[in-house]
C-alpha cells in the first residue's frame, strides 16, 4: 500500500481528497496545511508520493516547497491547483514534478496519477 502525503490547506477539498484516497486503497500519511507541517511529515515517514496545492498558504508556495521535497527526498510529485495561468505552470515544470492536475479531480484520476508518477520516479532513479 503506497503512503501518501497530501499536503493542502483548503479544508473542503482536503477532506473529498482523504475519502478518495481512503476509497483508492492509499496509506494516508498526513495531511499538511503548509510548508512546516510538510516537512516535518516528510522527515517523520517518507511517503511514496506527495500531492500538493500549488497554491498553498505559508512562507513559500506549493511549487517551492515541491523543489525543497524533491532535493531532500527525491519523491514525486502531484500538482494540484484551479490556477493553470502560464506563470503557475511555468513553475510546476521547472520543479521537475511528475504531473499537473486541476480542479475539479475525479477519484480515478487521482489513483492512475499517483502509480504514474509513482513508478515514473523508481525509473528515473534506477530503482525496479
Known sequence: MRKILLIEDEEIVSSILEMFLQKLGYNLIGVAKDDRDAISLC??????VVVIDANINGSMNGVEL???IETNW?????FLTN???????????????????TNPIE?????????????KNKSK????
Do not use: C, V, W
Not at 107 to 119: D, P, R, T, V
Open 83 to 101: 490556477d493553470i495561468k502560464e506563470q503557475t505552470t511555468q513553475r510546476a515544470k521547472l520543479s521537475n514534478s511528475h504531473l499537473y492536475l
Open 74 to 78: 527525491q519523491l514525486p510529485i502531484i
Open 107 to 119: 477519484k480515478k484520476e487521482l489513483g492512475f496519477s499517483i502509480e504514474l508518477a509513482y513508478y
Open 66 to 68: 515541491a523543489k525543497i
Open 43 to 48: 522527515n517523520k515517514e517518507i511517503p511514496d
Open 125 to 128: 532513479l534506477g530503482i525496479k
